[in-house]
Nanobody, 121 residues
Framework: QVQLVESGGGLVQPGGSLRLSCAASGSIRSINAAGWYRQAPGKQREMVARITALGSTDYADSVSGRFTISRDNAKNTVYLQMNSLKPEDTAVYFC???????????????WGQGTQVTVSS
């Protein structure tokens, strides 16, 4: 079974850092484009950061300069390094990726289950 598994969320004080990981599990050949999204209570899901298959990146204005998206193709994993965290960064963070599976019928766009990030003193 092909899926995305997120980890790294938690409780952190304002100004702190966290690193989220998104690992593709199952028989995966590659991750193409990928991104991190977040959804705060009562709000719509929004794009946080995206990365193309070739490594070009794109960020929401609210996180630019504080967050960094990266990828390790050998590990089929995408990361989100979050620095200088603010209370308004509190949300459930979701990974999204276009996966190329060993069995073509499993290739497609996938979402992870989400990981909670809470920024509070």
């Amino acid at each position: 079974q092909v899926q995305l598994v997120e980890s790294g969320g938690g409780l952190v004080q304002p100004g702190g850092s966290l690193r989220l990981s998104c690992a593709a599990s199952g028989s995966i050949r590659s991750i193409n484009a990928a991104g991190w999204y977040r959804q705060a209570p009562g709000k719509q899901r929004e794009m946080v950061a995206r990365i193309t298959a070739l490594g070009s990146t794109d960020y929401a204005d609210s996180v630019s300069g504080r967050f960094t998206i990266s990828r390790d193709n050998a590990k089929n994993t995408v990361y989100l390094q979050m620095n200088s965290l603010k209370p308004e960064d509190t949300a459930v963070y979701f990974c999204n990726a276009d996966l190329r599976a060993a069995a073509p019928r499993y290739s497609g766009n996938y979402w992870g289950q989400g990981t909670q990030v809470t920024v509070s003193s």
